[in-house]
């Protein structure tokens, strides 16, 4: 059996009390109990986290890599993240910075059941970037949200996706939309012989999240949008692994911003929204574009892109989905910044152009191929 | 119909830059499109967020209160947050303070089912602070976890929880695990007369969650415990409204940590182990104690028990549970700082004394009577 190992930046004052946090973690992290009173043999051995060596990163913090055993895991993704950053989430001057899954949890957590290849392979799209405008606004019914998602299909979109702020309102309820937008985009496909797919929001109850899913599959969408700061990351493990679904799966960041918006906490921007997006199934992950309204540097967003698409990572290389800010004036930076493999998001912007949102397409289109 | 309203901190370098965000805010968490494209009527009126004040608080510190529509929320908990703080969480500098629940979706989040009041009901403890031993170490048998839980229920435990690192590894399975414990706690009760309920930690695959926890009412345990930060808050709000479950709840912060340690990002204590628990349904909310491993201020932990507390809170009152440091010694300072409303976990300093855990409990009982 193969441990993993997950590497943390801690912020310490010296090399003496960064070993003195990372030991205390391994015990938090596994047996929470005074190291004096961990059972002798197998606990101690091999349940117990191993401190496998702290090391000065820059002045005041301090790399620590800490392996765990499958065992500590068994089957379970919230086990899984719980080990990798339950209890310590809760101390300061804490940052998950990298994970090596190993062998025994990689067969464990295979990852995406599409990624890029299978995405671009459904959507018909062998390369360039795709393009995926969001559906909104919240408040509308589910004929005027079908009429702007059929113009946008009509009009070349690879993919198109629910806002995530359209869950079971009662103004556009979940199964409504989802028949009368799926139906929208078939129609869409069928005049152009396209083939773009709609991505409805999985939302309501917590326990529908997977008869949403099945509804959504019946009535022909192309995938699916999942939430996982609201719903939990092992929804997405669900989605990815069932074959009654089988259908590509894009994560939407909302509730995520505190886990990695301090430089002390939480995680890197790389880990959360490429490395635990690939670790729960996700084909594509979306995340706050620079520029925009929120708080992401240009670093922290291509190293988003990296984690997502690198060879050597969990899985299958995902799509990055750099959302806000995107238009045809910026589509040239943007992929001067991000390259082929990415979906780029289209939103509240084309509401200004639904009347010539084919002609937006088709200048997009030219400057991403 | 009630609007509802979330008061946010703002951190910007005058009010006319925090009135511009509480604005930008409004349309973020409901229509997010820009302003001049929002429709008239209907989603202009009722839908987009509206900025019902913005105050100075402090140098650098502004108040935003903002109302929104029921009509975004449904009767969802998942969407109820995303719209409380979901695109706003990837923002910087922003901080949710409070909690207006209105008319309208208070008979729609009903909170706690039991309560303090139900809780004592079921524990047979009318009075005086509730003592809760955390069975652990992960790694061990469910035979070897039983006979802590026997101990621990004999000596008068009032509840006894499953440590949250108790998953459904292979060492103990969940199920195996409740049956065992559940069974030792209900033979020492029939011994002593006494009424300790087994609180599992409902864990393994997401889609397990309902199953797990109806096959601990099966089993015979005494309630759940809960991990909103890996499984959604949803799953507390679900077993909370089921009546096939029908058990008290208790929720974990792991995982949680990151949306409450930053200053200026995500909820404050009291929000997140308060009122959020409160908002869901648990009936006994944990959260780490000051002094013990964790970064939380004795003034953080007076926030957080006052919250879950206070009667004008959403539903019935409910349990803070400060966990870590506890021990005969400090029982007296934990029992004058939070007073009797209190359930008290005892962590791993109760496996040093084992076999004289009645002496243990018995000398905790005297402090917190």
Redesign the interface.
Known sequence: MCRFAVSYRIFAGSLAEAEDRAA?MAL???????R????HG??ED??LGRVEAVAAETKGTFLARISYSP?????????L???I????????GLKVVGLELGETLAERFPGARFGIAGVRQRAHRPTGGLICPVI?????DADTLAAIAYACALAGADLIKD???L?????APFRERCEKLSAAVARANRETGGHCLYMPNI?????EA?EFARFARDAGAGGALI?P???????T??LAAADWFGLPLMTH???????V??ET???THAMMFGVLQRLSGADISIF?NVGG????SADDCRSIAEACRAPGGIGQPIFPSPGGGMSVERAGDMRAMFGDDVVYLL???L??HLDCVDETLRQMRSRLA
């Open positions: 205390g938090e992290q596994t047996v929470e109990i005074p004096d009173v961990v059972p197998y606990i091999e349940i065992d500590s895991v068994g089957d379970d993704l919230p086990q993240l719980n080990v950053f339950g209890n310590s989430s809760i101390q300061k909104k606004p919240q408040g509308s806002d995530h702020g869950a079971n309102q009662s103004m939302s309501g109850h917590a326990e997977a939430m700061g609201l719903f939990g990351f092992d929804l493990r669900q960041p909302t509730f995520l911003g505190s886990h918006l301090s906490l939480g995680f706050p309204r929120f708080g992401f939103g509240g912007s509401l200004r």
